[in-house]
T-cell receptor
Framework: KAGVTQTPRYLIKTRGQQVTLSCSPISGHRSVSWYQQTPGQGLQFLFEYFSETQRNKGNFPGRFSGRQFSNSRSEMNVSTLELGDSALYLC????????????????FGEGSRLTVL | DQQVKQNSPSLSVQEGRISILNCDYTNSMFDYFLWYKKYPAEGPTFLISISSIKDKNEDGRFTVFLNKSAKHLSLHIVPSQPGDSAVYFCAASEGGKLIFGQGTELSVKP
């Protein structure tokens, strides 16, 4: 079956702009998580959505937001971009833990690489 | 505060030898631990996991060891192959949220 799809794959923005990234999870997966990857920081958890509700949130400022639609597709938005927001943004989908997928294994997309100039 | 730490940013190993990647954590409430592998320009892919009630899980060339008293886990790859060269992330699960370490870049030389 198709994997996690993220669009766009690459984008360049300037400081102060805003950006919206999109993620389509694996069919049947209802949980979508977003991570930011930067050199030296690893994967930093942004937020997780399940059934259109934000279930978990990481330690990022309010400029980072997200939402999930009824078809489980998710978007994340970053407003008032800063140079430090340049990173690879990864989306991952999973079956919810209560479904019997007891490892919480995530299936990642290839990411959206954002460069802020 | 980094709850999951991989203190070695890089590791170089000769082909055929053992690769040992280490990970430390601080939160005793983590119930699952996972290892992911990441190649450049690709998303991380799941490698192997271990429940907090076990101390070892093996899958082919990959074995994960968990030492709960030391809050330490390790990934052993035996024998190492050049195709194993990638960044390896350990992750810990709590309530559906995965916390990742910073990653260790493994280089396996022929």
């Amino acid at each position: 079956k198709a994997g996690v799809t993220q669009t766009p794959r690459y984008l360049i923005k300037t400081r102060g702009q805003q950006v919206t990234l999109s993620c389509s999870p694996i069919s049947g997966h209802r949980s979508v998580s977003w991570y930011q990857q930067t050199p030296g920081q690893g994967l930093q958890f942004l937020f997780e959505y399940f059934s259109e509700t934000q279930r978990n949130k990481g330690n990022f400022p309010g400029r980072f937001s997200g939402r999930q639609f009824s078809n489980s597709r998710s978007e994340m938005n970053v407003s008032t971009l800063e140079l430090g927001d340049s990173a690879l943004y990864l989306c991952a989908s999973s079956l919810p833990l209560t479904s019997g997928s007891d490892t919480g294994e995530l299936f990642f997309g290839e990411g959206s690489r954002l460069t802020v100039l | 505060d980094q709850q999951v730490k991989q203190n070695s940013p890089s590791l170089s190993v000769q082909e055929g030898r053992i690769s040992i990647l280490n990970c430390d954590y601080t939160n005793s409430m983590f119930d699952y631990f996972l290892w992911y592998k990441k190649y450049p320009a690709e998303g991380p892919t799941f490698l192997i996991s271990i429940s907090s009630i076990k101390d070892k899980n093996e899958d082919g060339r990959f074995t994960v060891f968990l030492n709960k008293s030391a809050k330490h886990l390790s990934l052993h790859i035996v024998p190492s192959q050049p195709g194993d060269s990638a960044v390896y992330f350990c992750a810990a699960s709590e309530g559906g949220k995965l916390i990742f370490g910073q990653g260790t870049e493994l280089s396996v030389k022929p």
